[in-house]
């Protein structure tokens, strides 16, 4: 370890120490009104260190921890979602009294994890990093001292902790196979070995492992089959907290998928099985997703079920990677796209259900008729976002979804860009259920709605992001690309 | 003199419009407001005609660094002879529904907000001539209309403006698809480019099969049979203004992309399935005309009649590739065009007498005619006009699409002529239970047409009989247009 190599990881290193400093400032201060503000200006040290270190690209640590445009796209993602989960929460977490600064601590080290999730690139980091998100996530979701949290919490953990498990005997897998945890290397281990080798049972072996780590990771971004946890989760955990677990948590989940398909498993001979497996997975996780979705009156169950569905979408991007002969960009540079717009677009939406249920007190879908009337802003705002999770223009969700489906069609994936159509159909049902229900029905009557500026404040960026680059797609479109031709090598 | 921008202009000057009213104003303000910003509107739509009719500009916009060059959407807009007069009748259009909406009490501001977004999303939709633009306003049209049918609708107005938006919906989904297809073919999303490219391009799905993904969202919006059952739902529970546009420009939307991109791009697979087209478009004016006798609701009635007229356009179309496909593609558009007026006249009609009787139901109704003649004169003229009486706009564009279908399918256009015996027959039915015999009590009290109302009704009429007279004034427009289109797919 070196001063290069500090610098290198100093975005999470401050990220920690923030973490830290929040708990010390808890324990000194009765203030805890300054906890969110604090955080929120201790975001921008990560960020410049970001900005600082994009110049010059590098491998630090041994070659276990890679900094390049790739990473830093997901790191400001994820800095991003912390700052407005952050926001949102400012009146929300009063209701945690004396364990606020816990609350805002645990959401800096779970994304201090993301952070080094991103950019790590053997296989053992990977998995410290994976389980410094999952263990902070599992602390908040139990948040709430009641039994639904807990429940929450204690889901979450044992199937993170079975999960990762899966994926750790996938990782032992490959090691085994090619002597080494840098996925650089076993990239090029497996490359000579199938060029030149014709025994085709060895294949077996390596699809086997991918199989077992993307059901690892399939957990992470709650693709069908692995999606069972979310809806429980998402619906018994603080609602600023189920945003940040529908977003960051997932933009980590696929950053990783992505890295280590590139580097591993882009063999022609290989890609192509994993690409028609992610295919038929991103078919079933979107309309199983959108199907229960329609059933649901809990807002934060139905958008877990929507999460899933939009883990499907994202997925396309994933089976349009494999072409017949050369990795296509259009797919990945989808992902990233998508993965962006969905961070503007769910945190807006989180953000008014934490603004309508701190007044309500009741996650329901009722609880949002007739908003317009009780407050304009809020129901303007989630009606945005509910088009653009549809992927209804002008919003970052069509330009996103234009992107991500075109890349399917180009790689012969018609059918699924069919399937993942039709569903954007399916959906525009329950999330225009919504926006009826603020729009028509009568509201109940006393029930005042009057969002604080914290909430308000990160609703309205969140949904300005949203609207902009549903406009001007091309600052988002170019800083995917230049990420992903990083790792594409 | 050629503006420069003027389609930008027409785009967003009713969004922006839209905007103000939703921020600054309120009531009467806003409503006052919408006037204005319409009557700018049918300006300058008025001299986006006129300039293409009489000097030929086609108003070219083109901002190429929208996006990514390896994702090439433009921001490229341009007028042509088939959309020129569709601009027109959507900035007609536009300020008859702003009038129309005049005693609208419930939620004004937020009224006159969506139909001028909707007014903008429909001149966005004629004016694109890049394909993925063209769909970005497709879209965007279906947000103001389900507000409008849900939020001020009667009746079963949530199911009927869902059931519109999720039929639209889907349509489009697969026109997406087909879109995509066409650029990973053809690497273009310039729509004026791709009917060359494609021929020679390296497609990856059968032309067919792209054929139709593509028409089946315009299908929908036509409506073709059997896709056409949101439109009785959506246009019986609108308001008054929603039915107008809807019937008058949205389902054009649906013959635009049929001209435009299923012939303009396709003319040989329009050539081969022309005898679909054919058959469709005679279960439609057939079909629709048979279900509208049984109507009892007047919009449902006008609704249903929508549908069958509607199958004129798709007979006109058939003729494609025919020695008179010019004449018959012309009806076609000119249809569009002539039905925008006339069922936007009936529907507000209907809009002004339904707020004065509280019933649509026709049995309900009758010997309104004394109470109410300038309404009267106006169902009549409408009426007329609706079942193709010489001397009308309605006589005009039917007349051109028998001329040209019949050497191409002369079975279908026969039987298709019998349409408008029954299109008379409802029509003059409807129009002598509703608005004569003899007088009822319960209407006593009610009055006729305000001079607010006087304005739409009158610069509808002027429209109808103008055309009817002197048809060349639009035809001439569509002619040039569909020629030119014709031309360049070398189909003739």
Known sequence: MNYADIILIAPEISMALLASMIIIVDLFSSNKKLLAPLSLIGLLVPLCFCIMVRDNPSLGFKGTVKVDDFSLFFKYVIILATGLVILSSTTYAKRFDKHQGEYYSLILLSATGMMLLVSAVELITIYIALELTALPTAALAAFIREKKSAESGIKFLILSALSSAVLLYGMVLIYGFTGTTHLSEIGTVIANHLSTSEQITDNGILLFSVILITAGFGFKISAVPFQMWAPDVYEGAPTPITGFLSVASKAAGFAIILRILYAVFENEALSSDWASMMAVLSAISMSVGNLIAIKQNNIKRMLAYSTIAQAGYIMVGLAAMAGNTTLYTSGPVGILVYLAGYTFTNLAAFAVITAVSEDSGDDSVDSFAGLIKKSPTLAVIMTISMISLIGIPPTIGFMAKIYLFGAAVETNLTWLAVVAVINSVVSAYYYLRVVKTMFIDSPDEGQEIHPKFGVLSAAVIAISGTVFFGFFPKPIIELARDAINTIIG | ?492
């Open chain 2, 1 to 492: 003199m050629e503006i420069p921008g003027i389609l930008s202009i027409a785009i967003f000057l009713p969004f922006i419009s839209a905007v103000i009213v939703a921020v600054f104003l309120t009531g009467k303000a806003a409503r006052g407001f919408a006037v204005i910003a319409s009557a700018l509107e049918l300006i300058v739509t008025g001299y986006i005609f006129v300039a293409h009719r009489q000097n030929g500009y086609d108003f070219s916009e083109r901002i190429t660094s929208w996006f990514p060059d390896s994702f090439p959407v433009q921001y490229f807009l341009s007028v042509d002879g088939i959309s020129a007069p569709l601009i027109l009748l959507t900035g007609l259009l536009g300020i008859v529904a702003i009038f129309a909406s005049w005693n609208i009490t419930e939620r004004t501001k937020e009224h006159f907000m969506w139909l001028l977004l909707l007014q903008g999303a429909v001149i966005g939709v004629f004016t694109s001539m890049d394909f993925l633009l063209f769909f970005l306003f497709w879209e965007l049209e279906l947000i103001p209309m389900f507000f409008l049918i849900s939020i001020w609708g009667t009746g079963r107005k949530e199911y009927s403006a869902m059931k519109f938006l999720i039929f639209t919906i889907l349509g489009s989904a697969f026109m997406l698809i087909g879109i995509l297809v066409i650029f990973a073919g053809t690497g273009t999303f310039d729509m004026t480019k791709i009917s060359e490219a494609l021929p020679s391009s390296n497609l990856i799905m059968p032309v067919g099969i792209l054929f139709l993904f593509m028409s089946i969202g315009f299908a929908v919006k036509l409506p073709v049979f059997p896709l056409h059952t949101w439109l009785p739902d959506a246009h019986t529970d609108a308001p008054t203004a929603a039915s107008v546009m809807l019937a008058g420009v949205l389902l054009k939307m649906g013959g635009y992309g049929l001209l435009r991109v299923s012939a303009g791009m396709f003319p040989d697979q329009l050539e081969k399935y022309a005898w679909v087209l054919a058959l469709l478009g005679v279960i439609n004016i057939i079909y629709g005309a048979a279900i509208t006798i049984r109507q009892t609701d007047l919009k449902r009635l006008i609704a249903y009649s929508s549908v069958s007229h509607m199958g004129f356009v798709l007979l006109g179309l058939s003729a494609m590739g025919g020695v008179t496909s010019h004449l018959a593609m012309t009806g076609a558009a000119l249809q569009m065009f002539t039905h925008g007026t006339i069922t936007g006249l009936l529907f507000l009609t209907i809009g002004f007498i339904y707020e004065r009787t509280h019933t649509r139901h026709i049995p309900d109704l009758g010997g309104l005619a004394r109470r109410m003649p300038v309404f009267t004169v106006s169902f009549v003229v409408a009426g007329l006009a609706s079942l193709g009486l010489p001397g009308t706009s309605g006589f005009v564009s039917e007349i051109t699409i028998f001329l040209g279908a019949f050497p191409a399918f002369k079975l279908a256009t026969i039987i298709a002529a019998f349409g408008v015996v029954l299109t008379a027959a409802y029509i003059l039915w409807m129009i002598q239970r509703s608005m004569f015999g003899p007088e009822k009590e319960r209407f006593a009290q009610i009055g006729d047409a305000t001079a607010v109302q006087v304005i739409p009704i009158g610069l509808l009429i002027v429209s109808i009989i103008g055309i009817g007279i002197y048809p060349a004034f639009v035809s001439d427009v569509f002619t040039e247009g569909i020629t030119e289109m014709l031309n360049m797919t070398g189909a003739n």
